[in-house]
């Protein structure tokens, strides 16, 4: 299991709660999570609140104000992937009505192909990143040492 337990390991509410979680994971990525935990306010005032709306209306000028914002971890290959994941959760949002759909959409698959499934829509999340994302928002993952 991720060292460091995330605080919410709860099911999202809605689309914008899955983003949220989702953001976390990327950032977290090579990174101790307590440093993320800490500025984590200020990427939700800095992201929007992490409506996926939102966030898919950003632009250059938005990227280079985060790149800026001294508030949050200013990677600007993690930036462009969270504006790249909001707008493929739309997508998702889309085609399947809601992501919690397209996660059930995937139940019949084995981890490694649920996870194979995120990580190909989704950027900057890898094999460490989809099991922290899935293990975040209270869905099934394997032990730690299984994945």
Known sequence: MPKGKPQSQKKPINDDGYFAEMTKAVFRSGFRWEIVEN????????????????????DERDV???????????????????IHNARSLRDTRSEFGTFEKYLRSLD?????????AI?????????????????????????????
């Open 39 to 58: 500025k984590w306010p200020n990427f939700q005032k800095a992201f929007r609140d992490f409506s996926v709306d939102e966030v898919c209306a950003f």
């Open 64 to 82: 280079d104000r985060l790149l800026e914002d001294t508030s949050i971890v200013r990677n600007g290959r993690k930036i462009e992937a969270t």
């Open 108 to 116: 019949e698959l084995e981890y490694k192909d649920r996870a194979k």
């Open 119 to 147: 990580s190909s829509r989704f950027r900057y999340l890898g094999r460490t990143g989809t099991f922290a994302f899935l293990w975040a928002v209270s869905e099934e993952v394997p032990a730690w040492e299984e994945r």
